[in-house]
Nanobody, 128 residues
Framework: EVQLVESGGGLVQAGGSLRLSCAAS????????IGWFRQAPGKEREGVAS???????????DSVKGRFTIASDNVKNTVYTVYLQMNNLKPEDTAVYFC??????????????????WGQGTQVTVSS
């Protein structure tokens, strides 16, 4: 069973930065995809960024390109950590951020329905 634990959320002023972490474990396959998603109150969950372990390829939503970066550490003790570095944050980035995983692959990297394992979420609040 895949387990995902997010950390790193918080309150930041507009223009500031935060780094979210997602510790992932329990994969069965060698290849998997991990994505970051967010959900603001009253809005649908949307894809933010994803990374494919098979080749390191990354995908971003247009709204975060140039501001957010997804990256990963080498696997340590069977835990694969994925980071979401968020720079130049805007009030509209305020949401609960979730990491999610699917093995061994996905077709649409930023579509929530493609993922079957989810973390508990971490709140990001950007004040104006």
């Amino acid at each position: 069973e895949v387990q995902l634990v997010e950390s790193g959320g918080g309150l930041v002023q507009a223009g500031g930065s935060l780094r979210l972490s997602c510790a992932a474990s329990g994969f069965t396959f060698d290849d998997y995809v991990i994505g970051w998603f967010r959900q603001a109150p009253g809005k649908e969950r949307e894809g933010v960024a994803s990374i494919d372990s098979s080749d390191g390829s990354t995908f971003y939503a247009d709204s975060v390109k140039g501001r957010f970066t997804i990256a990963s550490d080498n696997v340590k003790n069977t835990v694969y950590t994925v980071y979401l570095q968020m720079n130049n944050l805007k009030p509209e980035d305020t949401a609960v951020y979730f990491c999610a995983a699917r093995e061994p692959l996905v077709l649409r990297h930023l579509a929530p329905y493609e993922y079957d394992s989810w973390g508990q979420g971490t709140q990001v609040t950007v004040s104006s």
